[in-house]
């Protein structure tokens, strides 16, 4: 079975770091496309990041410079890396499989809150 | 980047009912559509990729079609457990794009 759990959220000042983590079982992170969407409150959906099964890795506009996606092979964990944090990056993020090799997303993790406020 | 849209933003319906959802790209995507069911609290569902190819375990009342910029996905008979939102997803480039989403509600 697979399972994606992410942590790492929590509430932090504009201007703040944080590092999201997404640990997976039944599937190898370096065999997948793993990726990172966000939904802020209320709001769509937004694809922030991706890490290729070659290790490349994609941004979106909005947060390019300022996040780093990163993996662990041997803990089987992807990463994201969020610095100089803005009140809009204030989302659930969620760790998400690309089936296939592709930008379709068939495996989810629970999601974390990320708040940044004042 | 491509833009997604999607209509309507809410629909209404009863159980039993057929329901149909639009789903429109700014440029072509050839058949790179993805839909997506998200309930409150939860982790989006896959539904379809390839405008058409059903995922695993997704109920043949559902059905994706279209091709290009114009997609659609129906629901035949609606029932308790498909009142969600609904969101189209590219996945033709990077970066991905979801439209805004459809909220199907209880009538």
């Known amino acids: 079975e697979v399972k994606l759990v992410d942590s790492g959220g929590g509430l932090v000042q504009p201007g703040g770091s944080l590092r999201l983590s997404c640990a997976a079982s039944?599937?190898?992170?370096?065999?997948?496309?793993m990726s990172w969407v966000r939904q802020a409150p209320g709001k769509g959906l937004e694809c922030v990041s991706i890490i290729y099964t070659g290790g490349s890795t994609s941004y979106a506009d909005s947060v390019r410079g300022r996040f780093t996606i990163s993996r662990d092979n041997s803990k089987n964990t992807v990463y994201l890396q969020m610095n100089s944090l803005r009140a809009e990056d204030t989302a659930v993020y969620f760790c998400?499989?690309?089936?296939?090799?592709?930008?379709?997303?068939?495996?989810w993790g629970q999601g974390t809150l990320v708040t940044v406020s004042s | 980047e491509i833009v997604m849209t999607q209509s309507p933003a809410t629909l209404s319906a009863s159980p039993g009912e057929r329901a149909t959802l639009s789903c429109r790209a700014s440029q072509s995507v050839s058949s790179n559509l993805a839909w997506y069911q998200q309930k409150p609290g939860q982790a989006p569902r896959l539904l379809f990729y390839?405008?058409?190819t059903r995922a695993t375990g997704i109920p043949a009342r559902f059905s994706g079609s279209g091709s290009g910029t114009e997609f659609t996905l129906t629901i035949s008979s609606l029932q308790s457990a498909d009142f969600a939102v609904y969101y189209c997803?590219?996945?033709?480039?990077?970066?991905?794009?979801f439209g805004p989403g459809t909220k199907v509600e209880i009538k």
């Open positions: 997803q590219h996945h033709s480039n990077w970066p991905p794009t």
């Open positions: 039944g599937l190898t992170v370096s065999s997948n496309y």
């Open positions: 390839g405008a058409s």
């Open positions: 998400a499989r690309g089936l296939g090799s592709d930008w379709v997303f068939d495996y």
